[in-house]
């Protein structure tokens, strides 16, 4: 069901670590304010999954989590990531559950250099640099099949095995080639990434997969590149590109050279998307909780609030999401000095605030503001 149809949308919070809670509470700031303005209702609840919950509890995930979090319309998550919790306990044991036990089989990262915003990429503007990457969010070396033969001895073996199937491959090509067809950027193209050069069992699933799909949308051109040649194509021709779509791992990779290229993980956002009906999907910043920062109202709010954009656009409040994506631009076009943690020119809540402002200013803010 179409969210925006529901009397309310429901949004679970989690604000996470480190720096996470601080830009949460700037996109629920704009949130905030854009449903006042553009007339829509909506009901938040906070969980304090994260580190801090986890040293307390030892659990990163209570019984039940999950189940209650389902209903919800979407989940907008901070950040994860402890000091003093170990690697991999909380990505596995929270963000990874989450997206298995949810089936957000979507990872959704649309690279785009807003207004200036500087890329490291010489003579490369915004109108070079934007695409989307359709990450599969669900397979591949992330499903935790593997193990350990001979631990701690010389002779230790240790396996990671890729899982990839027909239907979980099948169902992310599909809704890449619907989300290209209704992107309709003039360039129509789909670029398959993966390596059936040296993966030829698994991506040898995913390439006739996607020439199975592709004969379904013939308006869309069906591309392909090897995953080491993509990232040196983004880096030398960024505006060959409309939309990617790719395995797990690959995704991982070729979404933080992204990250980078679009102007830092101050800008980048993410969503993790189950698109089936009912389904709960999440939205997130790319950036980490980046402990050092914490409490120090420096650190940039507009990748969290991008991805409040994403969710808007998710839960059908697409006018919002336009108006918030509009803001953002007219923030980092024509106030911020960089994007960069503590060197704005701005606190995080002042860029908050900004954005707020800036919703009145957009051309759709405008008219609705005369109208008011
Ligand atoms: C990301 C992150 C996660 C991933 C980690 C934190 C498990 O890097 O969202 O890209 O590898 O998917
Ligand atoms: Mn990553």
Redesign the pocket.
Known sequence: MNAASKAKTKIAVIGGDGTGPEVAAEGLKVLKAVAAMEGFEYELEHFDFGGERYLRTKETLPAGAVDQLRKFDAIYLGA??HPDVAP?I???GL??EL?FQLDQYI?LRPVKLFPGVETPLKDKGPEDIDFVVV?E?TEDM?CGVGGFLKKHTPDEVATQTAIYTRKGCERCIRWAFEFTRKRNNPKKMLTLVAKTNVLTYGHDLWWRTFQDVASEYKDIKADYNHVDACCMWMVKNPEYYDVIVTT??F??II??LAAVVQGGLGVAA?G?INPDPGGTSMF?P?G?SAPKYTGKNVINPIAAINAMSMLLEHTGHESAAQRVMSAIQVVTGTKMKSQAAGKMGYSTQEVGDLVIEALDKTPAGRAKAAAR
């Open positions: 994860v990531g991999g909380l990505e596995k963000l990874l997206r990872n990450r969010n992330y797990n791992m995704g991982d979404t933080d993410g993790n997130e790319m980490g």
